[in-house]
């Protein structure tokens, strides 16, 4: 199934950035007020595409590189039900402040997902040539993987 390699890519992905996300972000880049409140309805917007299982609306906030690696809203959609059940029906979902990590504008949003368990999402994001903010990935760090 075509679907299965997808997913394990998203999956490898979000996995080998994961060690790098439990190191601190250096310093919060400078973003606009305007920019802030444009990226955090942004991610909020596609979280309530998740909740109304709105595949294409979801994937519309999607960076045009996630759109290029998963190709359909289907495909994406079934690899955000797989691994990401938190974010795709969260029941807490709160937004923190914005970080620059390795080079890029990002979200910290703490998510409590369906089965009651806490992460920090990290949502980094790309700005199109219109000014319009678009979400670049997304990766889940379990409060138990902080570095000492």
């Known amino acids: ?6 997913f394990l890519l998203g999956l490898l992905l979000g996995l080998a950035v994961l060690p ?5 972000a250096v310093a919060q880049p ?21 909740r109304r299982d709105d595949g ?13 690696l998963f190709g359909t809203s289907d495909v994406f959609m079934d690899m955000v039900r797989q691994g990401y059940q ?30 009651g368990r806490p992460v920090m999402a990290f949502y980094p994001m790309t700005r ?3 000014g319009t903010w678009r979400i670049n990935g997304c990766y889940l760090q379990a409060p138990d993987e902080h570095s000492a």
Do not use: N
């Open 128 to 130: 199109l040539p219109d």
């Open 56 to 68: 294409e609306a979801a994937f519309g906030y999607a960076s045009p590189d996630i759109r290029r």
């Open 30 to 50: 400078a973003v606009s007020e305007v920019d802030r409140s444009a990226i955090r309805e942004t991610i909020q917007s596609q979280v309530e595409a998740f």
């Open 20 to 24: 790098t996300l439990a190191q601190p």
């Open 1 to 6: 199934m075509a679907l299965r390699p997808l």
């Open 86 to 115: 938190a974010v795709y029906r969260p029941r807490v979902f709160d937004f923190l402040e914005i970080v620059d990590l390795h080079g890029q504008v990002t979200q910290k949003v703490h998510v409590v997902g369906p089965d």
